[in-house]
């Protein structure tokens, strides 16, 4: 009885001696690619094998991944709900933080409304969507998200409502409403401890408005933290020079405690913050 072969057996028995090392070496190959790609799949996984960072915010997502890693798994260990567990929450509003940075901010889209989704009343995520949203352009979803932020702050946590008025300030400056910007700016700058930065927003929004009074003030209380900023007293020259009584009205309120009297927001004339 004669023994049958496969096909595969009459190549090899018909093939030279050349096409059998060809395809020998073929098989190696297939094997090594293999061994490498689950090698890769380990050593990645593993963290032994990571991107080095060129930028802060690249070290800051590398760390917030890191960070993230070790909160689940404590959490899981623990029997805790991931997706509001506190450490995992902070790892992942620093991640989004440091794709807003990196300028991925599609990516920080869905990692913040991910969190959100999961910790709706989380102010400082809130405050994170908002600064996405009005990177991307969608100024009438980051006012909502802003105002949400304000009426939702019953602590009056004051960095978290000074970056929800200077949210609101810049979206409604973009939807074409200077004059209620205006009023946001300069509640945000008068948040304890007083934001010189704010102070020059909301003096260089109040001359486009020809507000001179108002410039002012908001100059003039620049000088109170910073008596050698440039821009207040380029400013305040060209005020003095061509609205004196605008410019004096405004000094003398200040110097009599009556300025700001309607922005609704206590004056702290101790100290200011250098810059938001």
Known sequence: MKRSHSKT???FRDATSGQRRAALIAGLLCIVLLVASITTFFVLESNALRPTPTTAAESQYLRARDAESQAIADAQAAGRAVGSDPAVVTARINIADAQLSMGQQNAAARTIDAVIRDNPE??????????VYEVLGD????????RRILEQDLSRDPEVRREALRGIGNSLIALGDSVQALDSFTQAALVPPESITLHLTAGTLALELERWQTAATHFYSVLRFEPSNEIALENLSMLERDHSAEAQAALADLVGGTAYQDAGVGVDTTNAEDSD
């Open 139 to 146: 100024k009438n979803r980051a006012l909502e998200i802003y």
């Open 9 to 11: 057996g009459r190549y």
């Open 122 to 131: 989380n102010l400082r995520a809130q405050v994170l969507q908002g600064n």
